[in-house]
């Protein structure tokens, strides 16, 4: 979309088949498009675990950016202050906020490597990697990656671009052993589904 006020438009026409909770402008207004308790069309196909419905299992949060640009700081202060208010509201994990890059990897690419999940993390909003000092094998990157929560119907190359567009999006070549001691870390400390009994 060219402009915030025509993403509103798209996301709510019916005809468009294409929905989210809430679209957040470059100047930090948000705008409430679908309540909370009802189901939106953000997510599409994908998965994270062991949710394979996400749009009935999510809220979902767009946000006015090209995907290349950096997102400006009122939109930032404005999605921190709405996920905060939201993961009150629901009792979301931090390892439960994710892009939607991570639950359809290789369909969609957003936020984009310019986003701050750092940030976020550092709030309680999201969580951050650190690298075990002895990594794991290579053959051990598509079970780590689902214990994380990534599909597994996916090729290893669509996962690594996933991953690495999220915690190492500057990273490059094929799978390495800083991407494993970081993948590592996540899998050990946030197994995606340990808060529903499946881990």
């Not at 999220?166 to 490059?172: D, K, L, Y």
């Given at each position: 979309?060219?402009?915030?006020?025509?993403?509103?438009?798209?996301?709510c026409?019916?005809?468009?088949?294409?929905?989210?909770?809430?679209?957040?402008?470059?100047?930090?207004t948000?705008?409430?498009?679908?309540?909370?308790?009802?189901?939106?069309?953000?997510?599409?196909?994908?998965r994270?675990?062991?949710?394979?419905?996400?749009?009935?299992?999510?809220?979902?949060?767009?946000?006015?950016?090209?995907?290349s640009?950096?997102?400006?700081?009122?939109?930032?202060?404005?999605?921190?202050?709405?996920?905060?208010?939201?993961?009150?509201?629901?009792?979301?994990?931090?390892?439960?906020?994710?892009?939607?890059?991570?639950?359809?990897?290789?369909?969609?690419?957003?936020?984009?490597?310019?986003?701050?999940?750092?940030?976020?993390?550092?709030?309680?909003?999201s969580?951050?990697?650190?690298?075990?000092?002895?990594?794991?094998?290579?053959?051990?990157?598509?079970?780590?990656?689902?214990?994380?929560?990534?599909?597994?119907?996916?090729?290893?190359?669509?996962?690594?671009?996933?991953?690495?567009?999220?915690?190492?999006?500057?990273?490059?070549?094929?799978?390495?052993?800083?991407?494993?001691?970081?993948?590592?870390?996540?899998?050990?400390?946030?197994?995606?589904?340990?808060?529903?009994?499946?881990?």
């Amino acid at each position: 979309m060219t402009s915030a006020d025509a993403a509103c438009n798209t996301l709510c026409n019916p005809a468009s088949q294409v929905s989210a909770h809430y679209m957040i402008a470059e100047n930090g207004t948000v705008h409430c498009l679908v309540p909370e308790e009802m189901r939106a069309w953000h997510a599409g196909a994908g998965r994270w675990g062991g949710v394979t419905d996400v749009n009935s299992r999510s809220i979902g949060i767009e946000l006015a950016n090209p995907g290349s640009s950096p997102f400006a700081a009122p939109q930032m202060d404005a999605l921190c202050t709405l996920l905060l208010g939201i993961k009150d509201r629901w009792g979301i994990p931090p390892a439960r906020i994710i892009g939607h890059s991570d639950m359809a990897p290789g369909r969609k690419i957003d936020p984009g490597a310019r986003f701050d999940w750092r940030r976020l993390a550092r709030l309680g909003l999201s969580i951050w990697p650190v690298a075990v000092a002895d990594p794991p094998p290579l053959d051990a990157f598509r079970s780590l990656m689902a214990r994380i929560g990534y599909s597994a119907d996916v090729p290893d190359k669509t996962l690594l671009s996933a991953f690495r567009l999220r915690f190492r999006p500057r990273a490059s070549g094929p799978v390495s052993a800083a991407d494993m001691a970081l993948i590592a870390d996540l899998a050990r400390r946030f197994p995606v589904d340990a808060d529903n009994g499946l881990a």
